[in-house]
Every structure is written in structure tokens, then in C-alpha cells.
């Protein structure tokens, strides 16, 4: 009978957190009562107060985790000789935050991760005396994929299955060096053109879904890929990117760039819309070697003659209602007097303009990335330029 009474509980699943259990010493064989909330608290982060000494009171859990505002000193109390602990550190948004732990160090001393929002994972050995630390520098972002990446980096690397360690390394400076430069956010698509495939050139680095909605790229006619980026056909090739803007852009701020790998013998149109044809105003399209050289932005077609190399990354901002300006290289080199009227709602095309929903004006010129979004001010576009010239660098393929 008792037997069978032992058997009608132990077949019980759930214990509530206050209900009592028995703990045993396995060195003295001491027995001692806690509550279930108690034996699992060891197993839940304990959330730190930041400030310039974070202290760590070991008694309520020996996992815990805290966020840098600044550079700090850890102290940890009521410590139990020979224990383990776990601590997840968190750089804040500014980054580059250090923190003064108790005791050794392996290797003489733990760096942590400096990028803002990210993450690494310390862990000590306590013997009663001294606490003896290590840990693992993942320097990724909180919530992201690991491999000391940046979330974002992560994400397009996955979706596009980049494998090349320089590629990899290469996109994620890239993001950070965007991001760096504050205009991450201003961007609705970015185009590294990185794995040498079609099926790899398609993802947007800012939204990296097989989505219309995440303004992924559908080519269209003959592209030649290769690990330089896309080269179009000049005759029947082009890229859609799903991006309309009169549904996208804000009005009057917006901006298109395109690094070009040639230096002028091409013509047509880079990339752009137009809703109605003629000359419309609500044109919006970049075309460096157009004879004469043209160039809109929600605007009728300004004609520009100062593009005498069109290798580089090409940009066009509009920044307000009465102008927008062309950029290579970083440099102005066309300030249009153009007042804005409106924007096209057909999406934009990639080397071709989209015209009322037929692709146009078809261009040879290779492209090794490609970017749309908000509007950006002279300084943001040197530090665009600045950062895909890095870029394209790292990856052997700047011109």
C-alpha cells in the first residue's frame, strides 16, 4: 500500500513555485528545505543596476546580466567558495564601454566587445579566495546571429548564403560604417551585390526578405553575374525593386545611388521611374552619359553636363521643393533648380527607367551596389561614400 501511494505521487508534472522540496549537501549529506522558486532562481538572469560600481548580489542567482552606460567596476557579494557564475555584458547604444572585474583574468586580461549594442559572455570559478574569470568576445548584437556579426550584417548574410569570410566581413563593416554615419535608418534599400549569382544579388541588405514588400530585386532580360556586382545587357536587361515612390518616399526628400563601373562609354538611364512619359514632372531617374547627361528627381528632367567620369558611386538627392543635386565620388557636382511636383507611382527600375510599367532607356553600366531611400545632406553622402568605397575595397572590385 505504501509503495503504491509513493508511485500516486511521484506521477504528479507540476509543482508550484512556493511548494517545498528537499535539497541534499552530496559532501555531508545535509539535508535542507527550499522552496521550488528558489532551486530554479539560479537558472534566471539576474538584471544588474548599472552605475559606476554594478554589484552583484550572488545570493539571489548566479546568472546575471547588465547593460554598460559607461566604463565600470563589478563587485560581487555573498560569493559561496568553489561556485560558477555567468555574467551576459551589454554595451549600450555609444559602445566602446569597459568593465573592472574582480579577481584573474585569462590571458591576463578579458576585452570586451566595443560596437554599440553588443554582447559577450563572461563566466567565473570562485575557489573561496579568488574569483577566476573567462570568457567569449562574440561581439554581436544583441538578438542577432552570432559569428561576431552585427544583426542586420547577420540577417542579409543567411538569407543571401554568403560563405566567403571576406564577403562577410566586408557587408558587416559596411553596415556598421552606415550605421556609424547615422543613415541606416534613412535607407529603404541597399544592394551590396555580393556571392556572384542571381540568386544572391536579389537581397536587400536593409530588409533581407523574398518579399515584393522587402524590395528584394527581380532581374529581368540578360544580366552577366559575377563577383564584380551585375552587368546588364545594355538591350533588354533590368532590375525591379518592387520600390514605388509615391507610396515610399516623403515628399520631396529622397535620394538613389548606383556605384558604376564604367567610366562613360555606356548610355540610357542608371535606374529611375517615370509614371506618365515625355517630359513629366513627376520624373524621377539618374542618367549620367544620356546625351546630353539627365538627371530628376519627382521633377521634370534637368540636363547636366558635368558628369566627365561616370565611374563611382553616383548619387542624386532631392532635399526640399525648389532643387536636388548630383554627386560622384562624394563630390557636388550639380546643383538643379528643379521645383518637385510629385513622385511616379510605378516602382524604380535598376539600369533602365521603369516607364508607366515598361522598362526604357536601357543601360550597360555595371553596378556594384545600389541604394534607395530618405534624402541625404553633403555630409551623409561623403560618409555613404566613404563607406562603400571601403567596401568595394575589401572586396578587390573598387574602379
Avoid at 568593465?99 to 549594442?117: C, K, M, Q, R, V
Avoid at 556598421?176 to 536587400?204: C, E, Q, R
Wanted: with cysteine; hydrophobic share 40%.
Amino acid at each position: 500500500m505504501a509503495d503504491q501511494r509513493l508511485d500516486q505521487k511521484t506521477s504528479q508534472t507540476t509543482v508550484a513555485d512556493t511548494d517545498i522540496m528537499l535539497v541534499c549537501n552530496p559532501s555531508t549529506g545535509a539535508m535542507k528545505k527550499a522552496t521550488v522558486n528558489k532551486i530554479r532562481l539560479g537558472n534566471i538572469a539576474v538584471t544588474l543596476t548599472d552605475g559606476a560600481t554594478i554589484t552583484w548580489n550572488f545570493s539571489l542567482g548566479n546568472s546575471a546580466k547588465v547593460t554598460l552606460g559607461g566604463n565600470r567596476t563589478l563587485s560581487i557579494t555573498n560569493p559561496v567558495a568553489q561556485c560558477v557564475g555567468i555574467l551576459h555584458v551589454t554595451q549600450d547604444g555609444t559602445g566602446s564601454r569597459t568593465l573592472n572585474l574582480p579577481g584573474f583574468e585569462e590571458g591576463g586580461g578579458i576585452t570586451l566587445s566595443t560596437g554599440a549594442n553588443h554582447e559577450d559572455v563572461l563566466a567565473f570559478h570562485y575557489d573561496g579566495t579568488n574569483f577566476y574569470w573567462f570568457g567569449s568576445n562574440f561581439g554581436a548584437t544583441v538578438g542577432g546571429g552570432g559569428g561576431g556579426f552585427d544583426a542586420d550584417a547577420q540577417a542579409y548574410i543567411t538569407a543571401a548564403s554568403i560563405v566567403n569570410s571576406t564577403q562577410q566581413n566586408a557587408v558587416n563593416q559596411l553596415v556598421l560604417d552606415i550605421k556609424a554615419a547615422s543613415i541606416w535608418t534613412k535607407m529603404k534599400a541597399v544592394y551590396p551585390f555580393l556571392g556572384g549569382t542571381s540568386g544572391t544579388h536579389k537581397w536587400n541588405l536593409k530588409d533581407p526578405r523574398d518579399l515584393d514588400a522587402a524590395f528584394r530585386l527581380v532581374f529581368q532580360g540578360t544580366f552577366t553575374h559575377s563577383a564584380n556586382g551585375i552587368i546588364p545587357n545594355g538591350t533588354d536587361a533590368y532590375a525591379e525593386t518592387k520600390l514605388v515612390p509615391n507610396t515610399h518616399f516623403a515628399a520631396n526628400l529622397a535620394h538613389m545611388s548606383y556605384y558604376s563601373r564604367d567610366t562613360g562609354s555606356a548610355s540610357g538611364l542608371i535606374m529611375g521611374s517615370l509614371t506618365t512619359g515625355g517630359g513629366s514632372a513627376d520624373a524621377t531617374f539618374l542618367g549620367p552619359n544620356f546625351t546630353p547627361d539627365l538627371s530628376a528627381m519627382g521633377s521634370t528632367a534637368v540636363s547636366s553636363t558635368a558628369f566627365s567620369n561616370t565611374s563611382r558611386l553616383l548619387v542624386i538627392s532631392r532635399e526640399g521643393t525648389t532643387q536636388f543635386k548630383d554627386y560622384r565620388d562624394g563630390a557636388l557636382i550639380n546643383t538643379a533648380s528643379s521645383t518637385w511636383n510629385g513622385w511616379p507611382t510605378d516602382a524604380i527600375y535598376l539600369c533602365a527607367r521603369n516607364l508607366a510599367g515598361s522598362a526604357d532607356n536601357f543601360t550597360a553600366y555595371g553596378c556594384s551596389f545600389a541604394s534607395i531611400g530618405a534624402d541625404l545632406s553633403a555630409a551623409e553622402i561623403t560618409a555613404l561614400n566613404t563607406a562603400v568605397n571601403t567596401f568595394q575595397t575589401a572586396l578587390s572590385r573598387n574602379v
